[in-house]
């Protein structure tokens, strides 16, 4: 509370400067006897009269609290000094002399204060960090009031509060609300975004009435419709288009088409890999604007609506890994702007002579992994953009029509795993663009059109599984893009063309079960990308070439079931990446090789039926079971041709 409170403002102001004039000058008198040593018995803190009225509540606090103690009281007020004049003091319950009092007050200038406060302790003799119980004064417009009281034995300063603290204390405040305002506004923006995502999944959820249980959610998109950004919709269990009596049931079911905004307005709608199920609904066909439909990799069931043909603007059409059946609708025929067509891996059966009639634009054709039946229609020859035709795993008949010589932009052709026959047409000649043509597993005959050596952009070349026949042209060195050659599985006659040797980038050549003569080209061992070498159940002979031993990447080696003679070269220990291989029904004879030793990745080894004599290593061994004659070759880990131990024989 106040020292002071009679009389106004400017009074007290007038009366507190002149007791700081006063103070000054006693306060210079002071500094000359301290100088001289007298009074060195007068403590300097309790030298005004204001200062004794502050000491004095000192005094009898400090009494009050000694004589509960039992302890004596004692004045730190010397009485022969003069208290008045002074702003404010604070008092210590300790009796020093004037010199100590000095040096006490010269080495406080040094602690953390500052110049302000410094200036003040000068001019009225304050001493601060006092350890005892004492009272904080402040000096608010010439006015002394007591603002706190510190308990005993606790250090604080005697620093004064200036108004400055004030607006420090002002800025914090404004600061902390600020903090507390961006905090508060920031709960409720996380709030708002909580609660819309919930009414969006809430709203979605009510507009799909009927679900099947899934242990994951479904993720539906529509992307680029006019308008509106792609809209990505959450559901908690797979959804199904709704059928004609739930829309009755509810006029909340309406169709996954026109759910969201008007369908005419819709020009690409993709829900693929979406766990859809059911059907897919007629009312497809509303959507007259649509021009690109992708549905693959769903559950969806049933048959393609036949409503599918009033799409006049699709370009693109993909509903593959379903498990669509029926037959395909002929109003897909009727979509000519078509350039992108993909039906695979689904159920669907019937021909497909009506749907290639007008379908000229057509750039990719994919209709693979079917039960689709009939014969592969001529009029085929009028796509002539198609780039990539793929027709194989389906139960097609006929002949090749020979007007594939007219798509002239075709880079893959499968036909294969079908019922074709007849002989390659040498149209197909004509496709020098194509890269991938796979005619194999299928009822064709005669020999290879010499017009198909002209394809030198071919990477891969399977005609396997057929009934041709006939020597293997020279001409096949042309083929230097070739890194796939099927031809197993034929009645080829004849040697194996050493200018196979020019084919540097094959990586697989396959040759089985064939009628080929003669010796193994050494030329084979120029093949430095070969990873898969098939030459058995043919009729070769003579000796295995060392130059097989080049082949650093080769995995796998079958050359068993034809008339191989002499030993196995121990060249073969150099084919470090060997996985499989297969020497067995040959007529090899000599010392098993003790290079085989460093085949370390290989686990299959058959060298039975042959006159090979000698061990197995131990260390062979440890990773394989090879497969031999128990007679001629000592190995206690491995069989012979029935699969049965050697060292149980």
Not at 170 to 182: E, M, T
Request: aromatic residues 6%; hydrophobic residues 35%; neutral net charge.
């Amino acid at each position: 509370m106040p020292l002071k409170e009679n009389g106004n403002k400017d009074e007290a102001v007038g009366k507190t400067t002149s007791l700081i004039e006063e103070e000054r000058n006693d306060s210079t008198e002071s500094k000359s006897k301290v100088k001289n040593g007298k009074n060195a018995q007068l403590p300097r803190r309790c030298n005004r009269p204001l200062a004794r009225s502050i000491c004095s509540l000192e005094d009898s606090i400090r009494g009050k609290q000694q004589k509960e103690k039992g302890e004596s009281t004692r004045s730190f007020l010397h009485p022969s000094r003069n208290y008045d004049g002074m702003p404010g003091a604070f008092c210590e319950g300790r009796s020093v002399n004037m010199k100590e009092d000095e040096d006490q007050f010269q080495n406080s200038s040094s602690r953390a204060r500052t110049n302000h406060i410094a200036d003040w302790d000068d001019e009225y003799n304050i001493i601060p960090n006092i350890p005892s119980y004492h009272v904080r004064a402040q000096l608010v417009q010439a006015d002394v009031r007591i603002i706190s009281r510190q308990p005993e034995n606790s250090i604080i300063s005697a620093v004064p509060i200036l108004e400055r603290d004030n607006v420090i204390r002002k800025y914090f405040s404004i600061i902390a609300i600020g903090v507390f305002i961006i905090f508060i506004t920031l709960v409720g923006v996380s709030i708002l975004l909580h609660l819309q995502i919930h009414e969006s999944n809430s709203a979605t959820e009510s507009d799909f009435s009927q679900h099947t249980k899934s242990d994951q959610p479904d993720f539906l998109i529509l992307t680029d419709i006019p308008s509106i950004k792609p809209t990505f919709l959450r559901t908690s269990e797979p959804s199904s288009f709704p059928t004609e009596a739930q829309k009755k049931k509810s006029t909340k079911d309406v169709s996954i088409f026109n759910m969201f905004l008007n369908p005419k307005e819709i020009t690409n709608l993709h829900l693929e890999g979406s766990n859809l199920i059911g059907t897919i609904p007629t009312e497809i066909g509303l959507l007259t604007d649509l021009v690109s439909l992708k549905l693959w990799n769903n559950k969806l069931t049933g048959k393609i609506p036949s409503e599918i043909g009033h799409l006049t603007k699709l370009t693109h059409i993909d509903l593959h890994g379903n498990t669509l059946k029926g037959k395909i609708p002929r109003g897909l025929g009727y979509l000519t702007k078509l350039t992108y067509l993909s039906l695979y891996d689904n159920t669907l059966e019937g021909g497909v002579l009506y749907l290639l009639q007008d379908l000229i634009e057509l750039e990719l054709l994919d209709i693979h992994q079917n039960g689709l039946s009939g014969s592969i229609p001529s009029d085929i020859g009028r796509a002539t953009k198609l780039t990539y035709l793929k027709l194989h795993q389906n139960n097609l008949i006929g002949t090749i029509p020979t007007e594939f010589g007219n798509m002239l932009e075709l880079r893959w052709l499968s036909i294969d795993q079908n019922k074709v026959n007849g002989n390659i047409p040498s149209e197909i000649g004509k496709n020098t663009k194509i890269e991938w043509m796979s005619l194999g597993n299928n009822m064709l005959g005669g020999s290879i059109p010499t017009e198909l050596y002209n394809l030198t952009n071919i990477e891969s070349l399977s005609l396997s599984s057929n009934s041709l026949k006939g020597n293997l042209s020279t001409e096949i060195g042309f083929l230097t893009r070739l890194t796939h050659l099927s031809l197993q599985q034929n009645t080829f006659t004849g040697r194996i063309p050493t200018v196979i040797g020019c084919n540097s980038q094959l990586s697989e050549l396959n040759l089985h079960e064939n009628i080929l003569v003669g010796t193994i080209p050494t030329e084979l061992g120029r093949l430095s990308y070969l990873r898969e070498l098939t030459l058995n159940e043919n009729a070769l002979s003579g000796a295995v070439p060392t130059e097989i031993g080049n082949l650093n990447k080769l995995i796998y080696l079958d050359l068993s079931r034809n008339r191989l003679q002499d030993t196995i070269p121990r060249e073969f220990g150099r084919l470090q990446g060997l996985r499989q291989l297969f020497l067995h029904k040959n007529s090899l004879f000599g010392s098993l090789p003790s290079s085989l030793v460093a085949l370390t990745n290989l686990y299959t080894l058959w060298l039975s039926e042959n006159h090979v004599i000698g061990e197995v290593p131990k260390l062979l061994c440890a990773k394989v079971t090879p497969r031999i004659d128990c007679g001629r070759i000592r190995c206690s880990c491995c069989v012979n041709y029935l699969g049965l131990m050697c060292d149980q024989i």
